[in-house]
């Protein structure tokens, strides 16, 4: 069966015109609002005699009060075992010296307090909130849980089985070991590129918990929120009464080592084998702590470039290419160091394009002015969202304590809308140029190495790795031991022999075939009829839904061996000629493998290697009018794949075809599956029936 490569690119542009017709017209876009008006609350700072640090932020729209205590230290204080700090938190609640985590968990639920606590990489937090009238037991409960922590052994044997039974999920999604890889890349050597793992959980203690709460929960090590209908006169003395005889103690001092920077381009790739038929793909590049003043400008730069459905790196990946579902970018600014990432799943064979789109939007931010109304938008939209914020308590009482964290000027939020809206095109630019380096970059993939690796290394060196960050060998090669035309032979043989092939001089395949594209699946039939030496008519019918309902449609292709047509979906019949005819004649030579020698064509093994958990040998078979690639399995000698290139209103798409499920026919081993796949579609044929030396009508060989 050859492979059906008219089809997939006539369905690509039929979907892509629908898709088209149906996005919003981005030509003309909507004349930003006037800008919105907001008001940062005022806060009181003062400081308790142990040092906890203290902002009361009065609100009396409703009778409800929220504390947070925020400690400056976070994970990246676990030392050799990952994930102390967080499960410190998540089992402060659960018992303590007076109440076992049931009694605890009642007492709240009884009153509808809400209590909980959490760890991050640059602090920790103990938060809970209530009814005003409730305050007194909301503060009894969390300080309980602060001071008198038990950190029950049955409690952490319980957490521990939980988290081990998620770490088991990992190596099989792609894009927590993106996650993962992402840190390890971008943080090297600093405690931000630490990740839990399940001989960190084995290791973890009880005593280990209770030593880091001890030396890491002290009040001069915090910050406490208190947001809601108090005042500051009433509320003090209520702090003071259960923070007030809180022991201090001696304050972490980091001294870890900074992360190196990414400098030139490096590509990193984990292999999650051939059942991935998504990469998850990552371009990372150095970027900014949370503390620069230039946070704000990166931050609307990248809301530009991929900040969701509005973003460059959306409307080119996805729209424009249709390599993906969506695409984003995002500014990881901690406290200490920063990255930025550009993010997507894509289809494996669209992996090093989707690579090679990011880039170019990386260097058309730096190089290109961004329209005024563009940048309206996206600064319309992250002045709506922070006043959006400022109806959560919890969100104010983190951006206030953010100020102390981060060392943020003190009017840093009440001037945010203003910064935001002051915003130039100059200013994005700015940036772009600083901190978007396309040259420093790091290329980070998930998904199957043996399709992946070899188009990603025009990139740069590939460095691979295990799901646990492991430095691992690259895909397995071997010398080449067989030349092109003894190759072809055992090709030959495997199929069936020369004669047995000789005495078969048509075949009429049909198959029914499932096509993904733009998103959709859509299911139909194909029938091929191919005639010695070179006469093929093939039909593929298929059901696809247009938005206004389910239409037929149809790719029809003619070859008589001396002229061809084809007819495209919804489109009449066009004679094929010129250049392409030749390809087409050529292409279409039946029983291809026979006449290699006959026809002269060149033959070239150009390596051994695994592909698809495969060993097979890449074969480059120069014709007179174009070159094909094949993969030959080098235990079968079965065709396993081919690839072949053609130029589209979308620029070059290549197709890569797999055959498997091969069963003899009439004496001749032929393939019952075949899948092909480029950047946009994905086409499985699964085959009903082979049928040979028929009784043909020559005349469905000539255009209609």
């Known amino acids: 069966m050859k492979p059906i490569r008219h089809f997939m690119l006539a369905l690509l542009l039929v979907l892509a015109g629908k898709q088209a017709a149906a996005q919003i017209d981005r030509s003309t876009p909507p004349a930003p609002g006037p800008a919105p008006t907001v008001s940062f609350p005022e806060f009181h700072e003062t400081q308790l005699d142990n040092g906890l640090k203290v902002f009361v932020i009065s609100n009396h729209a409703q009778p409800v009060v929220t504390f947070r205590l925020l400690f400056r230290t976070g994970s990246e204080y676990d030392g050799e075992k990952s994930g102390i700090a967080e499960f410190t938190t998540d089992l402060l609640t659960s018992g303590t010296t007076s109440r076992s985590s049931l009694e605890f968990a009642q007492e709240a639920d009884f009153l509808g307090l809400s209590l909980g606590a959490g760890a991050a990489d640059d602090q920790m937090s103990v938060s809970g909130s209530g009814l005003k009238k409730h305050m007194d037991k909301l503060l009894a409960l969390m300080t309980d849980a602060l001071y008198n922590a038990s950190f029950p052994q049955d409690e952490l044997d319980k957490l521990k089985k939980q988290t081990l039974s998620g770490l088991k999920t990992i190596h099989k999604d792609p894009d927590a070991v993106m996650g993962r890889l992402q840190i390890t890349v971008g943080y090297n050597v600093h405690p931000y590129a630490a990740f839990q793992t399940a001989e960190d959980v084995e290791a973890i203690t009880r005593q280990d918990l209770v030593s880091f709460h001890r030396n890491y929960f002290i009040p001069n090590n915090a910050s406490l929120a208190v947001v809601g209908d108090v005042t500051v006169e009433?509320?003090?003395?209520?702090?003071?009464?259960?923070?007030?005889?809180?022991?201090?103690?001696?304050?972490?001092?980091?001294?870890?080592?900074?992360?190196?920077?990414?400098?030139?381009?490096?590509?990193?790739?984990?292999?999650?084998?051939?059942?991935?038929?998504?990469?998850?793909?990552?371009?990372?590049?150095?970027?900014?702590?949370?503390?620069?003043?230039?946070?704000?400008?990166?931050?609307?730069?990248?809301?530009?470039?991929?900040?969701?459905?509005?973003?460059?790196?959306?409307?080119?990946?996805?729209?424009?290419?249709?390599?993906?579902?969506?695409?984003?970018?995002?500014?990881?600014?901690?406290?200490?160091?920063?990255?930025?990432?550009?993010?997507?799943?894509?289809?494996?064979?669209?992996?090093?394009?989707?690579?090679?789109?990011?880039?170019?939007?990386?260097?058309?931010?730096?190089?290109?002015?961004?329209?005024?109304?563009?940048?309206?938008?996206?600064?319309?939209?992250?002045?709506?969202?922070?006043?959006?914020?400022?109806?959560?308590?919890?969100?104010?009482?983190?951006?206030?304590?953010?100020?102390?964290?981060?060392?943020?000027?003190?009017?840093?939020?009440r001037t945010y809308v203003q910064n935001v809206m002051a915003m130039t095109p100059a200013d994005i630019q700015r940036v772009a140029k600083k901190y978007l380096a396309p040259n420093d970059i790091a290329l980070l993939a998930v998904g199957d190495a043996s399709v992946i690796a070899e188009p990603l290394a025009q990139f740069g060196e590939v460095s691979m790795y295990d799901a646990d960050m492991q430095p691992v060998a690259d895909a397995q090669t071997f010398e080449v031991d067989i030349d092109g035309p003894t190759l072809i032979g055992k090709v030959v043989e495997a199929m069936g022999g020369r004669e047995?092939?000789?005495?078969?001089?048509?075949?009429?395949?049909?198959?029914?075939?499932?096509?993904?594209?733009?998103?959709?699946?859509?299911?139909?039939?194909?029938?091929?009829?191919?005639?010695?030496?070179?006469?093929?008519?093939?039909?593929?019918?298929?059901?696809?839904?247009?938005?206004?309902?389910?239409?037929?449609?149809?790719?029809?292709?003619?070859?008589?061996?001396?002229?061809?047509?084809?007819?495209?979906?919804?489109?009449?019949?066009?004679?094929?000629?010129?250049?392409?005819?030749?390809?087409?004649?050529?292409?279409?030579?039946?029983?291809?493998?026979?006449?290699?020698?006959?026809?002269?064509?060149?033959?070239?093994?150009?390596?051994k290697k695994t592909m698809d958990g495969r060993t097979v040998y890449s074969v480059e078979i120069a014709k007179k009018h174009s070159t094909d690639e094949i993969f030959v399995d080098a235990e079968t000698f079965l065709l396993h794949g081919k690839t072949e290139t053609a130029d589209t209103a979308h620029g070059p798409i290549t197709n890569v075809t797999r055959f498997s499920d091969y069963r003899e026919v009439d004496g001749v081993m032929l393939p019952f599956t075949i899948t092909q796949e480029n950047p946009a579609t994905n086409l499985t044929a699964t085959v009903t029936s082979y049928k040979h030396n028929v009784d043909i009508d020559e005349s469905v060989f000539s255009r209609k």
């Open 500 to 607: 047995t092939l000789e005495n078969i001089e048509s075949r009429i395949t049909e198959a029914n075939v499932t096509i993904t594209a733009m998103g959709g699946e859509s299911e139909g039939v194909l029938k091929t009829i191919e005639m010695a030496p070179n006469k093929k008519h093939q039909l593929i019918t298929i059901a696809v839904d247009m938005g206004g309902g389910m239409q037929m449609l149809e790719i029809e292709e003619w070859c008589d061996g001396k002229t061809a047509a084809e007819r495209q979906p919804m489109s009449p019949a066009q004679d094929i000629t010129g250049e392409d005819l030749d390809k087409t004649l050529e292409s279409n030579l039946f029983n291809e493998m026979l006449h290699v020698a006959e026809r002269g064509y060149g033959v070239t093994v150009k390596e």
């Open 234 to 413: 009433e509320i003090l003395p209520v702090l003071q009464r259960y923070f007030g005889d809180w022991k201090t103690g001696r304050v972490p001092q980091s001294n870890f080592p900074a992360p190196k920077p990414i400098e030139g381009r490096s590509v990193h790739l984990v292999d999650l084998g051939k059942t991935q038929s998504q990469t998850a793909v990552t371009v990372s590049t150095t970027a900014i702590e949370r503390s620069n003043p230039d946070y704000i400008a990166f931050s609307m730069m990248n809301s530009i470039l991929g900040g969701g459905f509005s973003g460059r790196l959306f409307a080119n990946l996805r729209e424009k290419h249709a390599f993906t579902y969506g695409a984003y970018s995002s500014v990881e600014a901690r406290k200490n160091a920063g990255l930025w990432n550009a993010a997507a799943s894509v289809r494996r064979i669209a992996t090093d394009s989707a690579f090679a789109q990011i880039i170019l939007e990386m260097e058309r931010m730096r190089s290109e002015t961004v329209e005024s109304s563009e940048l309206d938008m996206h600064k319309q939209y992250a002045s709506g969202r922070f006043l959006l914020g400022l109806e959560n308590p919890s969100t104010i009482a983190t951006m206030v304590q953010n100020i102390d964290l981060y060392n943020l000027p003190k009017d840093y939020y």
